[in-house]
T-cell receptor, first 105, second 114 residues
Framework: KNEVEQSPQNLTAQEGEFITINCSYS?????LHWLQQHPGGGIVSLFM?????KKHGRLIATINIQEKHSSLHITASHPRDSAVYIC???????WGAGTKLIIKP | ETGVTQTPRHLVMGMTNKKSLKCEQH?????MYWYKQSAKKPLELMFV???????ENNSVPSRFSPECPNSSHLFLHLHTLQPEDSALYLC?????????????FGPGTRLTVT
């Protein structure tokens, strides 16, 4: 079993839908990262959070340290949100396998 | 543009070739990383350099040889690779300030070994 598990692996939705991607981990952490990887391969850091909730534009990340679980939400999804979303822990040294998101117009 | 550049962006090499991947960061960071991303697998950390010293080496085969001549540059020297080494190789950098470092990634080099 991986130390970081993401679900779903693949997600296809229509433009405008509310998206939720989940991340569970089994190791002790001080912070969890959400990152976005575009089809070209480049990775962009979205959030680093250690408690509660953070919001940036249409993206919201939450974390429950006790339950060892984090979620990434996208409101009013758009085709340009199509990417692989990855969670990582332990200073980004342990990575989830990623969730491939496709938003159809 | 994240401040981390990688060259080349694409590389095709035979199993007997020797090539090098280059990474450069313009962020003033003091740590640099090499990752391998194979299809449908999580990112695999290969090497970590902090203050130009290698601090982590995750059982990577010796056909991969990193070099960090200064805090802004990182190389990955490749020789006698295997087809299964075909992958996206990502470089990242961070500022070591304790437990909450955040990494900035380059665009990656897509490597194909024939």
């Amino acid at each position: 079993k991986n130390e970081v598990e993401q679900s779903p692996q693949n997600l296809t939705a229509q433009e405008g839908e509310f998206i939720t991607i989940n991340c569970s981990y089994s190791v002790g952490i001080s912070a969890l990262h959400w990152l976005q990887q575009h089809p070209g391969g480049g990775i962009v850091s979205l959030f680093m959070l250690s408690s509660g909730k953070k919001k940036h534009g249409r993206l919201i990340a939450t974390i429950n340290i006790q339950e060892k679980h984090s979620s990434l939400h996208i409101t009013a999804s758009h085709p340009r949100d199509s990417a692989v979303y990855i969670c990582a822990v332990r200073n980004q040294l342990i990575w989830g396998a990623g969730t491939k998101l496709i938003i159809k117009p | 543009e994240t401040g981390v550049t990688q060259t080349p962006r694409h590389l095709v090499m035979g199993m007997t070739n020797k090539k090098s991947l280059k990474c450069e960061q313009h962020l003033g960071h003091n740590a640099m990383y090499w990752y391998k991303q194979s299809a449908k697998k999580p990112l695999e950390l290969m090497f970590v350099y902090s203050l130009e010293e290698r601090v982590e080496n995750n059982s990577v085969p010796s056909r991969f040889s990193p070099e960090c001549p200064n805090s802004s540059h990182l190389f990955l020297h490749l020789h006698t690779l295997q087809p299964e080494d075909s992958a996206l190789y990502l470089c990242a950098s961070s500022q070591e300030t304790g437990v909450r470092r955040e990494q900035y990634f380059g665009p990656g080099t897509r490597l194909t070994v024939t």
